[in-house]
């Protein structure tokens, strides 16, 4: 029986950002997805086919104040997190994560995903930028492309 998609996504985020070996990214499971729901519902983004997700996206707004603590380097994802539910004063956007399955990549879906959340955010609240921390040069490029679209500055994580 093949695996479902679901399954493959998991699989998928498990191999790229190593998680559970890494305590400064974000570990996402049941607590962080309402965590993020109750920040902004547009928060995750999510496309589907018959046998389940095939993209998925996380970004999530935060103050000037959590972005610049975030790329210096004094906080970590969970406490950017932390920061953004407290803090409601937001004026940027964490371009968090995008996970697309191998058969479904090169057709712009995390970049939809990720373009539509910001632009349900904007609709809120006054950002101002984007910022990441980028994992790979698939990552780098995806989120210049989306601050591109969205015409917004961006601010990378070294």
Known sequence: M???N???MIQLATEFFDVKNDPSQLDIDETVIERLNHIHPSAMGEMRDEHGPVAWTIVFPASRDAMQQFLDGKINESELLE???RDKNYETIYLCSALVLPEYRRKSLAKQ???DSI???QKEYPITSLFYWGFSKE???LSHAIAK???LPIFARQ
């Open 139 to 141: 990552g780098d490029a």
């Open 113 to 115: 995903l990720a373009c």
């Open 2 to 4: 093949p695996i479902d």
């Open 83 to 85: 920061l953004s539910e």
């Open 149 to 151: 679209e969205v015409r």
């Open 6 to 8: 679901f399954t493959r």
């Open 119 to 121: 632009r349900a955010m």
